[in-house]
């Protein structure tokens, strides 16, 4: 079983910027590991991904703010985030994924908040 825990959220000024960071328990290959959030009355929706080769995708929102990055031996994932805007204020869930004879396996964080305060 894998487990996602999440850090650094936190209270920030428009403008700001803050590092999340998951990391994944166990040594389990992972495939495709990212970024969600919601917001209060919203759905959950992607920020950003990472394929395990490193291939990036960004929410249009946060493209040229955002950064995700992965290190594989650490089975972790971050995402710097600058500019923060008070929209961008939002529960951020980690998520990867594997597949395991050929069914695919999705793992969730608990979340962290991120508040942006203008």
């Known amino acids: 079983q894998v487990q996602l825990v999440e850090s650094g959220g936190g209270l920030v000024q428009a403008g700001g910027s803050l590092r999340l960071s998951c990391a994944a328990s166990g040594s389990i290959s992972l495939n495709v590991m990212g970024w969600y959030r919601q917001a209060p009355g919203k759905q959950r929706e992607l920020v950003a991904d990472?394929?395990?080769?490193?291939?990036?995708n960004y929410a249009d929102s946060v493209k040229d703010r955002f950064t995700i990055s992965r290190d594989n031996a650490k089975n972790t994932v971050y995402l710097q985030m600058n500019s923060l805007k008070p929209e961008d204020t939002a529960v951020y869930y980690c998520?990867?994924?594997?597949?395991?004879?050929?069914?695919?396996?999705?793992?969730w964080g608990q979340g962290t908040q991120v508040t942006v305060s203008s």
């Open positions: 998520n990867a994924d594997r597949y395991r004879w050929g069914a695919r396996i999705l793992y």
């Open positions: 990472i394929t395990n080769g490193g291939t990036g």
